[in-house]
């Protein structure tokens, strides 16, 4: 995780959306913005007395260098069924990788993952489903974060689709966050 108590001064306008509300906002080229918390790929920002999310792509926005992809990612429809076995700890690691833009810890030591596993489907083709919450019912960024489920679980090789469900049966509390987790929050 990177965090900075210095000013970084954007370099174009970005595309962002502001925490907790999740309205989508433009910080404008040479707003002073400070990266509050950078994991997942994504940047979360204090700019003008409210925290933003920034994407991963916008990163050189903010003065980071964006190392390009050079293969290109197949859209869904030129994906054809993967005739491979999902490995079940490559969803648990991409997992990992989700964070809620306001809490330094990743979603599924958070405990906000009630189920994750894969379907065989008729057409011989791997669809994971992913149950999950929020930390509050309410959260404006559950959106988000469930498009970040889904774009990071797809990436799963022989992953050929995604279905993420948002509940709120069970309602989340702090008793489901790992060890870990509460160790990293100071919540021991």
Not at 90 to 113: H, M, R, S, W
Not at 134 to 157: N, Q, S, Y
Request: hydrophobic share 40%; proline share 5%; aromatic share 4%.
């Amino acid at each position: 995780m990177t965090t900075s108590n210095k000013m970084i001064t954007t370099t174009r306008d970005i595309d962002a959306v502001l925490i907790p509300l999740g309205t989508p906002v433009i910080i404008p080229v040479g707003a002073a913005v400070m990266i509050t918390q950078q994991l997942g790929g994504s940047y979360t920002v204090s700019v003008n007395g409210n925290l933003a999310r920034i994407e991963g792509k916008d990163g050189d926005a903010l003065g980071f260098i964006q190392e390009g992809d050079a293969t290109e990612k197949p859209s869904e429809e030129e994906k054809t069924p993967s005739q491979g076995t999902v490995d079940d700890e490559a969803l648990q690691a991409a997992l990992k990788t989700c964070f809620d833009p306001e809490i330094p810890v990743n979603i599924v030591d958070l405990g906000l993952i009630y189920d994750c596993h894969v379907v065989d489907t008729d057409d011989g083709s791997n669809l994971v489903e992913v149950t999950m919450t929020l930390t509050a019912p309410g959260c404006g960024m559950g959106p988000f974060i469930v498009d970040d489920v889904r774009a990071k679980v797809l990436d799963v090789e022989h992953v050929d689709d995604v279905h993420v469900e948002l509940v709120f049966d069970p309602a989340w509390d702090r008793a489901m966050m790992s060890d870990e987790a509460r160790l990293q929050l100071g919540m021991f």
